[in-house]
């Protein structure tokens, strides 16, 4: 089941959206600013972000260039809502990194629309990262090549490094080596410093540019 985050500080619209989502199969934790929302982003990172723009504390355009400058927050497909439907403001929103821009009022439906179309998308890059890292195995069984140089990593770092670079997500990763998501991006931070990567991408062109190849999987 995917998450959502959802970001508005009407608590109405939030609890309606909520269990519309919550009917179509999603699981969705609200906030009611920006601050609140990072910490949850923190807590336990979704598969998506839902905001509004015009919030206390922090707005929504101040939370998504937070996210976009995190390595955890820079691939997360983030829609945001608001009331605010003036060229400029939709302008902004995707220069600051937004994916898509819904003005309200707004029928659920197309809010769902375009949550399944950033859903899908981020299954096609995920899709792909996993293609190119078989066709990286595929050339390195048929090459002579040295084997890669020891990575400068810790044991538990190195056993991440070895499932981020096969497309898993900080959940799935916790799932698989039975430690939280927060464990899994602490590590994934240390292994992006260690390494000078800026993020995830970065990480999975290193270790296809380098040779490294995932351990075969013995479950």
Request: glycine share 6%.
């Amino acid at each position: 089941m995917k998450r959502i985050l959802l970001v508005d500080d009407d608590i109405t619209l939030r609890t309606a959206l909520t269990r519309h989502l919550e009917d179509r199969g999603y699981i969705v934790r609200g906030a009611a600013s920006g601050v609140e929302a990072l910490t949850l982003f923190e807590e336990e990172p979704p598969d998506l972000v839902v905001s509004d723009v015009v919030m206390p504390e922090m707005d929504g355009f101040e939370f998504c260039g937070r996210l976009r400058s995190s390595r955890i927050g820079q691939l997360v497909p983030f829609i945001f809502l608001s009331s605010r439907g003036e060229v400029d403001d939709r302008v902004q929103g995707h220069n600051i990194g937004g994916d898509d821009y819904l003005v309200k009022p707004f029928h659920p439906r197309e809010l769902v629309a375009k949550i399944e179309a950033q859903l899908e998308r981020s299954r096609r890059i995920h899709t792909e990262i996993v293609r190119l890292i078989q066709q990286a195995n595929v050339h390195a069984d048929s090459s002579d090549a040295n084997p890669p140089q020891p990575l400068p990593l810790t044991p538990a770092e190195e056993k991440v490094f070895w499932e981020v670079i096969q497309g898993y997500t900080n959940k799935q990763i916790g799932d698989r080596l039975f430690i939280s998501p927060r464990t899994v991006q602490t590590h994934l931070s240390n292994i992006l410093s260690k390494l000078s990567l800026e993020n995830r991408s970065q990480l999975i062109r290193f270790a296809f540019e380098h040779g490294y190849r995932p351990p075969h999987d013995e479950e």
